[in-house]
Every structure is written in C-alpha cells, then in structure tokens.
C-alpha cells in the first residue's frame, strides 16, 4: 500500500485503483496491463481492506 501507483508500460485501459499513502485514500487509475506493483487493486472495496 505504499508503494507509488504504477501504470506499467502496455497500453490496455484496465480499470484498478491504488492506495494513496498521501492521501490516504484508495483512487481509481487505469492499468495499462503489464508489470506494475503490488499496490493495485480491482475494487476500491479490496483497496481500503488491504490497506
């Protein structure tokens, strides 16, 4: 949950959200499909569980 959003390099348009440690707040961001990290999740719900 701390790690930075990150889109990755393929260009899909998946829909996802992050945790934003700033913030503190799970935000929507599309995945572009490939590598990126831990912090991404598939619901904003499975988001504010994990973190």
């Given at each position: ?42 619901s904003e719900k499975a ?5």
């Amino acid at each position: 949950c701390l790690q930075p959003k990150v889109i990755g390099p393929c260009r899909a348009s998946i829909p996802r959200f992050f945790f934003d440690a700033t913030t503190g707040v799970c935000t929507p961001f599309n995945y572009g499909g490939c590598r990126g990290n831990d912090n991404r999740f598939i619901s904003e719900k499975a988001c504010q569980l994990a973190c």
